[in-house]
């Protein structure tokens, strides 16, 4: 697809902007809603603290620099992406390695088999991470810079919304319900898009294709003889060693 720069129409950052804005406070409402009905615990390991503090910060960081760029203050929105791209080095490696305690402990969510929580989870991040590298790679075209940021941001939003969604009455795809729940997202850029410039950007569909191979792929892998071979040297040693890890854990209830 051609990254040649499309006229932007002047209020095309403040919708961007707008649509980054709304999607934070959905994901920080799931997490508001898990504390408020008693299903945290500030009890839990460093590593999940550590990890909660990076994701939070990282949607504070997407938050002001749409809010930096819409309003024009470009040399701050640039010092702020040097940050950016750090805290993202952070998630990379918080990420996986949360997943990897939860799964090693039996602590993963009983309406996600482990075997396949553990595929799935760094799958989503990877994408998100692929649209994140590609929208600073294309950070001198605004059209795509922002757009490719909402996607990032998109493939991040399994966590929140599935703190919403009633994800035990979603079994066996509870997690693919969680984490493409976020499509309509940038289902609203697209539809925006048609309606003001009368055409899609190619970047929500850019966006729409890294979703849906990484929830595909991640069960289509998870599934097979590597899954299992990735799920066995991840629980190695741990007490969740002998759990089947294509077997739903018990409710705690």
Sequence with gaps: MSTTEIRTPPNDLAFLRNLITVMAV?????????LAMGRSSFGAPLIVHLHAVTFMGWVAIVVAQAWLASGGALRLHRTLGGLALVWMLALIVLGPLVTLAAVRAGRTPFF??????VVANPATLLGAVGLFVAAVALRRNRDWHMRLQVGAFTMLMGPGLGRILPLPFLKPYAFEVA???AVIFPLIGLARDWRVRG???PAWLWTLGVLAASLIGARVLALSPTGDAIYANAVKGAPAAQADG???PKPPF
């Design 246 to 248: 294509r077997a739903f």
């Design 112 to 117: 996600f088999q482990p075997q396949h929580f």
């Design 199 to 201: 055409r899609p950007h």
């Design 179 to 181: 984490a493409g729940a």
């Design 26 to 34: 959905v994901e920080v409402a799931g997490f508001v809603l898990q």
